[in-house]
């Protein structure tokens, strides 16, 4: 088990467009997606880009799992996402709050597409193919930024919104309350 470090915003890798995946099936790529599960559980994230860990390539990871501690927070299938593209299915929009492993101890509320459809790779590349909306939709959305250098903050319409997470919500932050849902 191989928990990495989380850069932060700021970090130059954080704000470059990842490389593609060259070669499926190798050790190095499994290594990097073992670490990556590690990393993303050991900090309670609903995802995780490669970029995220100091490896620029294009390459996610997303998963929630029903808690019954937080009920308005849909589950979302535990995937490895490479080579990711989005399509938008559909002009909805919402906005919610996210937050990010990057950008530890902030929220801000992110308007995102409502219905996508994903394309990409599984850990073997073989080709994926999933329709998804609202949160699952959102996690997707947050996750592909992270290959373009696109943190959310950039994505904020109203930065009144923005701040941190103890102020914004005293009631699930406290002192003992363990944060979910970052990414
Ligand atoms: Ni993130």
Sequence with gaps: MAVREVLRMGHPLLHQVAQPVEQFNTLELDMLIKDMFDTM??????????????????????????????????????????????TVLGEETQEDWEGCLSVPGLRGMVPRWNRIRYDGADIKGKPLECEVSGFHA???????????????????????????ERELFPEVFGDAAVPIGDD
Excluded: C, W
């Excluded at 970029?51 to 308005?72: C, H, K, M, T, W």
């Design 138 to 164: 959102r996690v997707v959305q947050h996750e592909v930024d992270h290959l373009d250098g696109i943190l959310y903050p950039e994505r904020i319409r109203d930065m009144r919104t923005f701040g941190f």
């Design 41 to 86: 559980d050991a900090m309670k994230g609903a995802g995780l880009a490669a970029p995220q860990i100091g490896v620029s390539l294009r390459v996610v990871i997303f998963g929630v799992e029903a808690n019954p501690r937080y009920p308005d927070v849909e589950p979302v299938p535990t995937t490895v996402l490479i080579h990711p593209q989005i």
